[in-house]
């Protein structure tokens, strides 16, 4: 080789050295001064994609589903409208209360329920429209049975106690609290009802004892009086005279 041929090798090798030196200078500064690092860009992208939660402001709403009851109990306005979530979450009702699950994908549900309730009230029973009777009887010792019977066309209530005054007497007999029944007395046309009296004590306890000839009794519920009559002979009371609350059988009348 000649040495003008090797001169020129070598001035080849020494420029596209530099080329070389040049090109990695200028990717080694190129983050600096505007050059684009592909990786970085790459991450930047996928954080920024709408609706992650890296980018701060994406949210997404799930559509709302709305169950709703209404419901009407005896005739009353009552009505309550629940709202939940399309995932069938329980919602709130309008007052506040934790509603029942909500409908899914904007279902309506809607029930409807309706009671009524009537009640009658009878006329009361007094004189006018029964009949009644007093029977001394021999068992329990000293009792006295009074019976009102509905002579009437329609029921009435007999109710409270019989309002009893033998003969001239200024005061009335007491009742006896233990016998109040649980129910009013209704009679039917026809029907009787019955209240007991106790006229003295059996083993002569009770003071100011007397023979009574004649018995009025009036009605809890006003109206007219009764008369009923007593044994020929009358009736002997003292101070331990009750009466019981009228009763819809013979037998409780009877068993204080």
């Not at 530099?18 to 990786?39: F, H, P, Y």
């Not at 709408?50 to 709305?66: F, H, V």
């Not at 233990?178 to 046309?189: D, G």
Request: glycine share 16%; with cysteine.
């Amino acid at each position: 080789m000649s040495a003008r041929t090797a001169r020129t090798a070598r001035t080849r090798l020494l420029a596209a050295s530099a080329i070389a030196l040049t090109a990695l200078s200028l990717t080694a500064c190129g983050n600096g001064n505007g050059v684009r690092d592909e990786g970085s860009s790459s991450t930047a992208r996928s954080s920024a994609r709408p609706g992650s939660p890296a980018a701060g402001s994406g949210t997404t709403a799930k559509p709302a589903g709305t169950g709703t009851t209404t419901g009407s109990t005896n005739g009353s306005k009552n009505t309550g409208t629940t709202t939940g979530g399309a995932d069938g979450s329980s919602g709130k009702s309008a007052n506040g209360s934790t509603g029942g699950s909500g409908g899914s994908k904007g279902t309506t549900h809607t029930g409807t329920g309706t009671g009524t309730g009537t009640g009658t009230r009878n006329v009361a029973c007094n004189g006018s429209n029964t009949r009644m009777s007093a029977t001394a009887v021999s068992r329990p010792l000293n009792h006295l049975l009074l019976t009102v019977t509905n002579t009437g066309s329609k029921n009435c209530d007999l109710t409270g106690y019989p309002i009893a005054r033998f003969s001239e007497a200024q005061s009335v007999p007491p009742v006896a609290e233990e016998t109040h029944p649980q129910a009013v007395v209704t009679l039917a046309p026809g029907e009787s009802g019955y209240a007991g009296v106790l006229l003295s004590a059996a083993d002569g306890s009770g003071g100011n004892g007397y023979t009574a000839k004649t018995l009025e009794v009036g009605f809890s519920g006003g109206g007219r009086t009764a008369r009923p009559a007593l044994p020929a002979k009358g009736v002997f009371i003292d101070d331990k005279l009750t009466v019981t609350y009228w009763q819809q059988d013979l037998d409780t009348a009877l068993s204080y």
